[in-house]
C-alpha cells in the first residue's frame, strides 16, 4: 500500500451545473489535501479535516500558489495530423485533401507512427490533459504505435483505425472485409489492455460505403463495450455530399442510424448544423457530441449551438479536434467556447466550460466511473496548476472576487504554461518545473 497525500486548493466538479445547479455540482477546498493511494483517489477535502486521518509518517508534497484539478479529457483529437496544424487557407474538405491525407499517408510506416505518438502525447500531457478519444490512421500500425506508447505511460486513452473505402486517395482506403478484420484485431490485441479501450472509426459518411458503416454497425453490436467514434455534419457542404451519396437517408445522422451506429456509446464530432429531429433522436439515443470550436472557426465551418444542444439533454464533451483544431490546451479550448456561445448570445459560465472538460467529457466518452474528478476509488489522474504562471494571469487571479471568476480568468488566460505537473495514475507523468 503507497499513500501520498498533495497540498493546494483543490477543485473538482461532481455534476453537470445545469442539471445540479451550480452549487452543489462542484467541490472545493481552500488550502486542500488530495490523498492517493496505490494510484487511486481515497479522499479528497480540507486540509485541516483530512491531515490527521494520514498514517504516521506520509510526507505532504505542497504545492503553493497551486490548484490540483482532474485530469483534462480531449473528446476528439487526431493524433496523425499533428504535423498539419495551423495549416492555411481551406475549409474542410478541401483542407483534407491538401493536407491531412498527404500526412496521413506516412503512417504505413510504423516508426514514423511512434515517434509521432511520443510527441503527440508528451503535448496532451504538457497542456494537462490525461485522457483522450484519438483517431489514428487508417493503417493498423498507426493504433498500435499509439497503444504501445500510450501503455507505456499508463495513459487512458480510447482509439481506432480509421475506416475509409472511397472519396479519399486509393492507398488510403480499404474495404468493408478488411476494415472489419483489422479492426476485429486491434480490438481483440489493445482493448482493455492496461488503461487503453478501443473506438470503431469511420471518419465520416463521405469516405465510407453504405457496407463500410453496416460493417462497423456489426463490429459495435459484436463488442458491447467500444465505442463508435465518427464525425456528423461539421459542414455545410459536407452535409449536401452526404445527401448524394445517400439520398434514401432521411438525413445525416440517418445514415448513421440506418447502419446501427447511433447508439449510447457513439461520439459524434461537431454536430454544427443539426436539425431539430436529429437532436431528439441523438438524445433518445443517449448519444454525444464533442464540442470542437478552435477547429470549427478556423476551418469556417460553423458555430457550435451549444445551449441548444443542452436543452435536449445530450452529453457534450471539448474537443481539441487536432489538426483542423490550433491549440492542444483544453484551456484555450475553453476559451474558444466562450466566445461561440457569446456570438449566439449565449453565456457559458465557467463552471460549465470546467464540468465539459474534466466530467463531462468523461460521462461522453463512458468514463466516469474511472476519472473526471475526485471521488474515492476513481484514478488518480490530475494536474497541478500555477497560478502565477504569466506576470498577467497572476495579477489578474489577485483581483478575482469568486471561485468562479478565478476559474473564468483561468479558462481566458490560461494555456500550458499553466500546467505545473500532471500526474497518470497517482505517478508524475510531466513536470513544467
Known amino acids: ?128 490533459t490525461t485522457s483522450a478519444l484519438v483517431f489514428g490512421s487508417m493503417h493498423a500500425t498507426s493504433v498500435d504505435a499509439l497503444f504501445e506508447e500510450a501503455l507505456a505511460r499508463n495513459m487512458r486513452i480510447i482509439g481506432g483505425k480509421v475506416l475509409m473505402d472511397r472519396n479519399a486517395p486509393a492507398h488510403l482506403c480499404d474495404t468493408p472485409e478488411i476494415g472489419y478484420r483489422e479492426s476485429k484485431s486491434l480490438i481483440q490485441k489493445w482493448h482493455h489492455k492496461g488503461r487503453l479501450q478501443y473506438a470503431i472509426t469511420p471518419r465520416f459518411a463521405f469516405t465510407c460505403s453504405d457496407q463500410q458503416l453496416r460493417m462497423a454497425g456489426n463490429l459495435l453490436n459484436e463488442f458491447e463495450d467500444v465505442i463508435l467514434h465518427t464525425h ?51 438524445s433518445h439515443a443517449r448519444a454525444g457530441l464533442a464540442f470542437c470550436p478552435t477547429s470549427n472557426l478556423f476551418l469556417g465551418s460553423g458555430l457550435f449551438e451549444f445551449h441548444r444542444v443542452k436543452k435536449h439533454g445530450i452529453k457534450v464533451g471539448l474537443g481539441t479536434d487536432i489538426g483542423g483544431g490550433t491549440s492542444f490546451s483544453l484551456f484555450q479550448t475553453m476559451n474558444e467556447a466562450y466566445k461561440v456561445c457569446q456570438l449566439q448570445g449565449n453565456y457559458l459560465d465557467a463552471l460549465t466550460s470546467f464540468y465539459l472538460a474534466t466530467l463531462g467529457g468523461a460521462e461522453l466518452l463512458g468514463l466516469a466511473g474511472k476519472v473526471g474528478n475526485f471521488e474515492s476509488g476513481k484514478e488518480a489522474d490530475f494536474i497541478v496548476l500555477d497560478l502565477k504562471a504569466s506576470p498577467l494571469l497572476a495579477r489578474r487571479l489577485k483581483q478575482c472576487r469568486s471561485l468562479e471568476e478565478r476559474l473564468f480568468v483561468l479558462s481566458m488566460l490560461g494555456d500550458d504554461r499553466v500546467v505545473r505537473r500532471t500526474y497518470l495514475a497517482g505517478e508524475p507523468a510531466y513536470s513544467r518545473w
Open 1 to 128: 500500500m503507497t499513500i501520498a497525500a498533495y497540498n493546494a486548493d483543490v477543485f473538482h466538479m461532481l455534476g453537470d451545473p445545469s442539471a445540479m445547479g451550480p452549487d452543489v455540482a462542484h467541490g472545493f477546498y481552500e488550502d486542500g489535501l488530495l490523498i492517493v493511494e496505490d494510484g487511486m483517489v481515497l479522499r479528497a477535502g480540507p486540509r485541516a479535516e483530512l491531515e490527521a486521518s494520514l498514517p504516521s509518517g506520509i510526507e505532504i508534497t505542497i504545492f503553493a500558489d497551486a490548484m490540483i484539478i482532474p485530469g483534462f479529457v480531449d473528446s476528439h483529437i487526431h493524433y496523425p495530423q499533428v504535423d498539419v496544424i495551423a495549416s492555411p487557407g481551406d475549409q474542410l474538405m478541401d483542407w483534407l485533401n491538401d493536407y491531412t491525407f498527404p500526412a496521413e499517408a506516412a503512417f504505413e510506416d510504423k516508426p514514423h507512427g511512434r515517434e509521432c505518438a511520443r510527441f503527440f502525447l508528451e503535448e496532451l500531457l504538457r497542456n494537462g
Open 232 to 282: 456528423l455534419s461539421e459542414n455545410e457542404d459536407e452535409l449536401k455530399l452526404v445527401k448524394e451519396l445517400f439520398p434514401q437517408a432521411r438525413d445525416y445522422l440517418g445514415v448513421y442510424e440506418s447502419c446501427g451506429l447511433l447508439t449510447n456509446r457513439s461520439v459524434f464530432a461537431h454536430g454544427i448544423h443539426l436539425s431539430e429531429n436529429e437532436l431528439v433522436r441523438l
